[in-house]
């Protein structure tokens, strides 16, 4: 959650509770871009702005999906630089620290907006209303999944199917324990504030990342033959494993790369269109290493790891399945939203 009255230029923020283990706010705003605009906002190309941070393993997730489908040309987006203080979310990577297109230096601009009196964290992502200036929604669950089922008529030709009717229920089921236990779990560990709250959180996840070991040594992709939603909220974990949760969140039982079935995996994503391309390891370190001041007071950033590896064969081909079915892979990134030179593998 954000103060607002925080100094501007300041990174400390409480992410720590003393004694107490890590409980996640999970109440966004629920308000949904839809076919039918029945919360009053109809999917409309060009009207809506997605607001996202190559940091946050969150707004990771509507980047990939975005960029999957094939919306960039119906659905802007703006980024946010891989810091902020706890007032919100900051567009300092654009000239003159403002969005080109909403024209505010921060998020909780948007946010205010709508809601004057909002209390809750200005998290990323969300999609703003660009005519109004206002927040639509931070649901980030949601947004990944109305993109996949209500932009239907937009999405390019050969776009997968991300979220298949027949399929909904198991990804549900995946999802929400790949949410409880390794989405949410690295955060448990990392914001724990007590040797038992970080010890219970650290065996759970080591448990399900056991799990999930298993459960893709047969098959290809988390769900079905191709790639579905359920593979792009492990994936935005995985990606930030060893460059961040291993040390700084003491995630450290073994590193991704000594994992065979999830390493292989996760190289497997990354070697696809629209997932490692999409990951700015620079970013990623730099968010978690200077915003968590509680947890590393120095804000210094790791110089490591060695990411050449991510780039090796994954050797998964033989599982069967095919990442985009019948369909075909993304375009390269559109100019402007391409990772920065030396940021990634």
């Not at 706010?25 to 629920?30: A, F, G, L």
């Not at 987006?77 to 230096?105: A, E, N, Q, Y």
């Not at 909002?118 to 209303?129: L, Q």
Request: aromatic share 10%.
């Amino acid at each position: 959650m954000t103060d607002r009255t925080a100094e501007p230029h300041g990174t400390e923020g409480a992410y720590v509770e003393s004694g107490a283990e890590f409980t996640r706010d999970t109440h966004y705003i629920p308000t949904r871009i839809t076919a039918d605009g029945r919360d009053g906002y109809p999917v409309e190309p060009g009207r809506y702005r997605l607001v996202a941070a190559r940091a946050c393993p969150w707004a990771n997730r509507a980047i990939i999906v975005r960029r999957l489908l094939g919306l960039e040309d119906v659905l802007s987006m703006g980024l946010c630089g891989p810091t902020h203080d706890k007032r919100s979310w900051t567009f300092d990577l654009d000239p003159g620290g403002l969005d080109p297109v909403l024209k505010i230096p921060r998020l909780q601009d948007a946010y205010f907006a709508r809601f004057p009196d909002y209390s809750r964290g200005i998290t990323v992502p969300a999609i703003v209303d660009a005519p109004t200036g206002q927040v639509v929604t931070n649901d980030y669950p949601r947004i990944t999944l109305d993109l996949s089922s209500e932009w239907t008529r937009y999405h390019r030709d050969g776009a997968p199917d991300l979220y298949p009717g027949p399929l909904r229920d198991e990804i549900d089921e995946v999802a929400d324990l790949v949410f409880r236990d390794v989405n949410n779990g690295v955060y448990r560990c990392g914001f724990a504030g007590s040797q038992d709250a970080y010890e219970s959180a650290y065996d759970r996840l080591f448990a399900r990342l056991d799990w999930l070991e298993e459960r893709l040594s047969d098959r290809r992709y988390l769900v079905g033959d191709t790639i579905t939603e359920a593979d792009v909220r492990l994936f935005t974990t995985l990606a930030r494993f060893d460059a961040v949760y291993h040390g700084h969140f003491k995630c450290n039982r073994n590193k991704l790369d000594e994992m065979p079935v999830l390493w292989s995996y996760a190289r497997d994503l990354f070697q696809t269109p629209g997932f490692g391309d999409t990951i700015d390891f620079t970013q990623i370190k730099q968010h978690y290493y200077i915003v968590h001041t509680d947890i590393n007071p120095t804000q210094i950033v790791p110089k490591g790891p060695d990411l050449s590896g991510w780039l090796t064969p994954h050797g998964r081909e033989g599982l069967g399945g095919k990442p985009f079915g019948d369909g075909t892979p993304p375009p390269p990134p559109k100019p402007g939203e391409a990772v920065p030179a030396g940021h990634g593998a």
